[in-house]
């Protein structure tokens, strides 16, 4: 393994940590616990990480039957090889590649980029996500999420290594839900990602009975808290899943008319941030695109919105801050503006922090907490705005170490090439945030 967010010095603390993880749902893992035979080889492909051979169970049964030494060396002696080998067995996990089948980089991708969200792969793996299914108002009624969940087993196996993953299954219940995916054109990541998100909330949805509509605007006298508390309340009224607690974060819009100053609030759910790029060339940094996001801008002419107070149309300035920070952030960078398709693509370097992205500046509560976030995933776009590529850099949930997933190939890479002109949506945790279930 090459380098990695962590030190790679984990030890025997990442071995217990990781059978606890993934035991409920693995028993063979549970015994390897106590029996080393039971470990998992790795067997990448040629393109991937390099082979381990399966530890010769034998020996360990000799160091322990035939040791002349103190009972209390012999368990040390055992214990340390076994920790090894389960050690080796959590850094392989999950190294698996998806089959392209078709023009299905962009599918594979956003597979991997959530496979490797903790929270999300411990939800599908321990089968926990069953009791939720959602039967009365969900279109797919479970059989979205039930594939994905599949997909997700078959990436995490710790039956074998060196497996190529196919995704047909998965595929045919995606354009069952989203019809727009059908066939096998080249599609858009980012759109993928929020229309699976939405598949996969709709299965779970708590809401099984929809509730009659409230036709009633949100009181214009209540403060900003409590109109972002009655927002969120009514969000959750249809839409409230595993999947919202973790994606969903809470935009806080503000309208100002230039004639009577008066400040018209609004709060708004997302599921994930869309950046504009401000420039097309030289280096930018993340900041950069937060900023130009939150930005005041001048709405005027055409774009002259009614002053709710002046019941008139008024030049306006917009604005907008974060109220409700999601336990996963995704930020989507806008290298394919609809406006200027006709420009190509934007291949211009933007400088992300992998660890301690400070979100503060762009809270709408001065005092907010919880805004300090750790990369862990990237699907990275190659080539132009009509032919391309998709793969995910994503981090090891468990061993920290970062790897390449090109469709069907896996391979080691290091924390230092994460940051190009390719990456196009990142995928960030709440440091406090590894999981949550």
Known sequence: MSSSVHKSSLGNQIARKYILDLSASSPKLQRSAISPSNSVGSSLNSNS??????PDTNHHVRDYSDDESSSGERTNSYSQSTIRSTAASAKTLGLNGLKN????????????????TRWL???LKKDMYLRDINTTISGMKGALIKAFAEVIKELWSEDSSDRVVN????????????????G?????????LRYLLE??????NRVTEKPKPILTEIDDNLSDNEKAQESWRRYLRLDNSKIVDHFVGQLKSTLKCTYCGHSSVTFDPFWDLSLPIPQRTGLLRLSQCLDSFTREETLDGDEKPTCSKCKERRKCTKSFSIHKFPKVLVIHLKRFSPLERFRGKLSVTVDFPIEGLDMSNYASDSNASQCRYNLYAISNHSGTTYSGHYTAYCRHPYTGHWHEYNDSR????????????EAYVLFYEQETAKSHL
């Open 49 to 54: 990480l390099s082979r381990r051979s399966r």
């Open 101 to 116: 089948i078709g023009n299905t980089c962009f599918m594979n991708s956003v597979i991997q980029c959530l496979s490797n």
């Open 121 to 123: 792969l411990e939800y």
């Open 167 to 182: 995704t047909v299954s998965l595929k045919s219940q995606i354009q069952r839900f989203a019809p727009r995916f059908m």
């Open 184 to 192: 096998y054109a080249q599609q858009d990541a980012q759109e993928f």
């Open 199 to 204: 598949g996969l909330h709709e299965d779970v």
């Open 410 to 421: 896996v391979s080691s890479i290091s924390s230092k090439s994460l940051v190009s002109g």
